[in-house]
């Protein structure tokens, strides 16, 4: 089988905290599981959109696993490269919003299933019969073992021709923002795709200038070819290596649980660049389906379909 993406990494439930401003201090009420990581929501959005597309990761022999597996596997991914591992339990992780927008996470990562993802969960040939590759930081923060796997899969993709993006998805309760820096600074040599949030980009590069934190991208990645910024309500942004600036503005929308709608926005992005479409166009639909998963709650709950997508940009006025 030929994919147009793969993506590896932490694979997780997570459940949401029903009332703001309660923190993981107090008892309360969560909603959940919620199927959630990252890269597995952005294979997953890859999938509803019609892409082909294969995961790579471990979860538990739990019920909570069960359902991760069955849920990429409905939605199309090719989940031959999910292993179950009997000696861990699937990842979990519990959010909390406060009523700035903030959230506050306790993830069980570290201990889980999904640190256990390794460089002989990575087979090259799997790796190599897709046109992008898609790894997330998150992945990398988790554990040693799991940042090899990236890294054998990131050498992989670019010694076979295949074009590699990379999200920095930065995780402070995971590891500090110096660590963070090192650990992309191994895979940003081989990326050509960065997709990153505002604030991520510029605390990775430390400025407060967004357009000095891209050209630090460029500087620090020889071979990125285009740097995607996120801007939350204000919409996200494309500058090319050659000089070339797109702005594109929100689609907006009731926020219900904005968690994840990065990840959506990757996965319909890179969408539009394996179609070949132009920047503003690839922006704009973007936009729409991270604008989609914002207004409903469970992180992996973006779009059901391209379709929907192209809807809700006409809903908006907009021509596609
Ligand atoms: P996360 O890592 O939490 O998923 P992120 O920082 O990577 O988020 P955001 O910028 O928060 O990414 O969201 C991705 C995209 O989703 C934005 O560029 C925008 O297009 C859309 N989006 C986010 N928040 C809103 C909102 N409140 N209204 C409309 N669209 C939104
Ligand atoms: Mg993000």
Redesign the pocket.
Known sequence: MVFDVVSLGEILVEFVRKEKDVMHTVPGDYVGPFPSG?PAITIDTCARLGLRTGFIGVVGADDFGEMLVERLRSDGVDVSRIRVDRESATAMAFVAYRSDGSRRFVFTLKFSASAKLSSNDIDPDYVARASVLHVSGSTMYISKLARDACVKAVEVAKSSGRVVSL?P?IRLELESIERIREILGSVIKYTDIVL?????LLMVTATNDIYTAIRRAFEWGPDVEIVVV????K??LAVTRSGDAIEAP????K?VD????????NAAFIYGYIKSWKLDRALLF??AA??I??GRVGPMEGPKSYNEVVELAHEKGYEF
Do not use: H, I, M
Not at 230 to 233: E, F, I, Q, S
């Open positions: 990252a999200d998805n990153s949030g505002e604030d991520e996120k801007r939350g309500k919409g996200s929100a689609l907006l929308v926020e904005p968690t994840g709608a990065g990840d959506v926005f973007a936009n991270g604008a998963k914002v």
